[in-house]
């Protein structure tokens, strides 16, 4: 009974370690509690030297209204100037298009899972195919769009091709995290809503899509800001500019990580590997900043009720 | 995803087993009344429901009529239904078109696909296997798991039970963003800053292990080798296996963690007999998802590993270069200048995109089969809870 | 209630992004090289087209064509140029299927046909709606053995010695063959280090037709993209120079550039003349001075001659040539690719080169392309 009242509070404490225990439970429970702060700190370790390395190398050019306002027109890896706008625009037009196209089919696809297939064969099948989609690495769904897109169709390589590859990345991730979302609102309210008479379409996208906004949302910002990283598809589905080029159906785009790939090549110049580490820690910052705005979503539109 | 009060677990069945009273409800609203489409007169039922406004008088105009909404109905399952079907279209078709573009190339390879390490694709006499691509992406990949999960766990248990929260809310938010910093960029630093300080590691090991091939170190101070990109590797997974880790820790049930100490326990053993069982199953499964991110890692592999040439005998070593499926494909895609090369490259990426899809169905395998968190809805498994602890 | 939720919350996201997005009104910068004593702009920009021209191919032209890019905008600025240096083979291959408007490649193209398929002349013709695409040298990249010992200034191979160190027969940096071609030096005992392109790449090709021109029965293998010697896969030039650059005791090839900027040690080459051969824009300029046209009338092709013995004369050089349609174009690509190439060939362009560790084409050979380019139409 004592241990009860002597714990309960302390599970943060440590003086509850070494209360009556027989030497070698203690010392199992100290050396436990060294190794996983032991393992915390080796994980830190490298997790901030690259943190810093990006922010104390990139940080400066960031500060610099060029930075977010030109391009790198005329800028040659030895001359300091220009900005990353070619190269963010071409990595939110990219990232737009592939939500244009991504979230409706996953959202309406984890609807399928969720309200209409559960159970059957063919939402197995389904689930199964999504399971696959997750599994495709990134350069295979680049070498996929190339086969269909310049292989077969014989269109150019544009910022297009590059959304439709990355489309084949999002989709998994932003369709399952929007299956659990559904999966999670209570059937009491889908039953409320039929029993009103609501018929069930209505019932999904009233009730039951709604509920689960904030999570979906969620699951679609998070979706974006795995693509928006990805380097392989471009490098194979698009060619690097460093004009503005805002059409992405036409012509060399820029993209923040080709942007990193081409300066990387002359690291030992000081203006491009400045670039280098500017553009990460732009992108970064990108990601972070859609972060944000998914929590905020998810803070703005998430029903209480459980 | 995670719910603010990590103790009650998700009422999720994960398993359509669990799924029993709903769909007879939906058979009602559903059949209830198929001869009534002729009162699909209201021109509000077909736009998507932006009018908020008439939205009470709407069901009761509903309450009146009858189940009405059947054009509605009709259109949104095949929307739903279609978006279903457009997935597994879309699956179809990624791996119809890379199977017909890789067969023409396997068909004239001269040697084992499978089993051959030459690699020269195109010509009038290609030969191509896979067979040292293959082991360098799998001991690669092990090896940072080896790395990285103990260490995540490590991590995850000392953000959710030993640190305290004005500590742990910031760190784990920091490991979240790691996750964003693009692949290229661990790429880099790997290469510049890391790879660097790996070499005396990398000697030390090897003269302590030396004597096992695995671990015998060739001439010269390369550090583009296996061992390091498994390091970057291990790095770059972590914030992914901590952040899913993290979660499933967080969801011991409170009762679980209380019994353990009201028995007594130290705070290790409630973790090592309420924690860990709790959250073995999702823990690897976050190991798989994890090694399925390494597995088809391109870029920063591209950057840091070193090449083996083709006159040297084949090395295992850990030590030695390698290369591993999606660095080889990203490396030549610029030279994709025949369809037989082109054919042969895809073939490699269809052997990764297999062993990948493997490592994830058993991922959701090991979580279908164990997940307590799904498998423990409060209403209808109370008997089952205590026995599985 | 829950439309306008769903309404609020999406227009509040959308409204999020677009501000992301188009905070800023984006432009290009003001051209840095105005502000500088550069000699732009007062020539050739006689009547300068507008659109937007893209190139693909050799990395090894990297450097230099967006040097001239910039330097051409100055006087051009309503021209938009795209350079995508993803390598010769790749430039080809996108030349010929017309997704971009010329190409550049370490090699000329191949007239005999290869894999029972079309040769990549022939394709090439095709392109061009049935007219011949041109070869025009325009870059000159020597290639550097670049190599990292300590307290090693300088350091003399020769092409047997330098094709017995790629091929793996000579090992350590104390070898008697090494150790001959440097008297008075001492030499580590430390085990060389290789480094190779991973990719493939015309400056593999390259340097193995130099070792295999030079150093005889040294090499073994065929010249290739692909490298058949010894040593670590590096990827691209930048990884290999890294690579050199990290690594006591190592070696490479690399372009001339990547060298310097990495500062590393570049090895002086005996040619067989008598007196090693320092690398130079002067020393590589005469090796392709001694080079004799491959082709007839306006293809420009080269052959090299690796295994000169000319004295001064730095043999391992690597022509980078744009390939570009002589008729074929529609009106406004003809003129916008003209108008680039004229540049890129004259003065002006060339004398960008220089200091960027490219040699510049000789006067005779500059002025056969500008008369080339000048049929284009």
Known sequence: MTAIVENKPAYDGKELDLSGKSGARAFKNVLATVLIVAAFVIALIPLIWILWTVVSKGYHLLLSADWWSQSQRGVTVRREGGGAYHAIMGTLIMALITAVIAVPIAVLGAVYLVEYGKGTKAARAVSFMVDILTGVPSIVAALFIYAVWITIFGFNRVGFAVSLALVLLMLPVVLRSTEEMLKLVPDELREASYALGVPKWKTILKVVVPTAFGGIVTGVMLG????????????????????????????????????????????????????VWSAALTLILLVLALNLLARLVARFSTIKSK | MSSPDGTEPPDRPAEP???????????VVDTTGPAAVHFETLTDEN???????????????????????HLGDRLFSGLAHGSGGLVVVIVAFVGI???????????DNNTSFLFSRVWEPGG???????????YTTIISSIIAMLIAVPIAIGVALFVTYYAPRRIATPVAHAVDLLAAVPSIVYGLWGLLFFAPILLPVINGLSAALGWIPLFEKPIGDNVGVIFTISVVLAIMILPVVTAISREIFAQTPIAHREGALALGSTKWEMIRMAVLPYGRSGVTSAAMLGLGRALG????????????????????????????FASKIANNAAEFDTPEKTGAFIAAG???????FLVNSAARLIVARSAPGAKRPRRNRRATEGASV | MFVNRLVRVGSVAVASLGVLALSACGSDPEPSGSSSPSTGSSSTGAECPQGTLNAEGSSAQKNAIEEVISKYNESCDKVTVNYNPTGSGAGIKQFNNGQVDFAGSDSALKTEAKDGGESEAAQAAKRCATNPALNLPMVIGPV??????????????????AAQIFQGTVKTWNDPAIAKLNAGVTLPSAPISVFFRSDESGTTENFTKYLKAAGGAAWKGEPAKKWTGTGAGKEKSAGVAEGVKSTKNSITYVEWSYAVDNKLGVAQIDNGSGAPVELTAETAGKALAAAKPAGTGSDLSMKLDYATKEAGAYPIILVTYEIACSKGLPAEKTALVKSFLTYFAGKDGQGALTELNYAPLPEEIRTKVDAAIQTIS
Do not use: H
């Not at chain 2, 078109?97 to 068909?107: E, M, N, T, V, Y």
């Not at chain 2, 890692?297 to 591993?324: C, R, Y």
């Open chain 2, 17 to 27: 087993a669990a799924s029993g009273g709903e769909p007879r409800i939906e058979d």
């Open chain 2, 297 to 324: 890692e391109t870029v920063a592999v591209m950057i840091i590993l070193t090449v083996p040439n083709g006159n040297d005998p084949w090395n295992s070593s850990i030590f030695a270069g390698g290369e591993t």
């Open chain 3, 144 to 161: 550097a053995i670049a190599y990292n010992v300590d307290g090693l200034p300088k350091l003399v191979l020769d092409g047997a010695t």
């Open chain 2, 47 to 69: 736009d998507d429901g932006r009018p908020a406004a008439p939205e009470p008088e709407e069901s009761k105009k509903k309450l009146d009529l009858g189940p009405v909404g």
């Open chain 2, 97 to 107: 078109f890379l199977l017909a573009l890789a067969i023409p190339s396997l068909a």
């Open chain 1, 224 to 275: 974006l800001a795995r693509v928006m990283g990805e380097t392989a598809p471009l490098l194979i589905l698009v060619g690097y500019s460093k004009n503005i080029n805002l059409n992405p159906f036409d012509g060399f785009m820029g993209a923040l990580p080709t942007m990193i790939n081409q300066d990387r090549t002359e690291l030992a110049l000081q203006p491009a590997a400045d670039r």
């Open chain 2, 124 to 134: 009038s006499d290609p030969k191509f296997g896979i067979a040292a691509l293959f």
């Open chain 2, 350 to 356: 269809l052997v990764l995109f297999v062993v990948t």
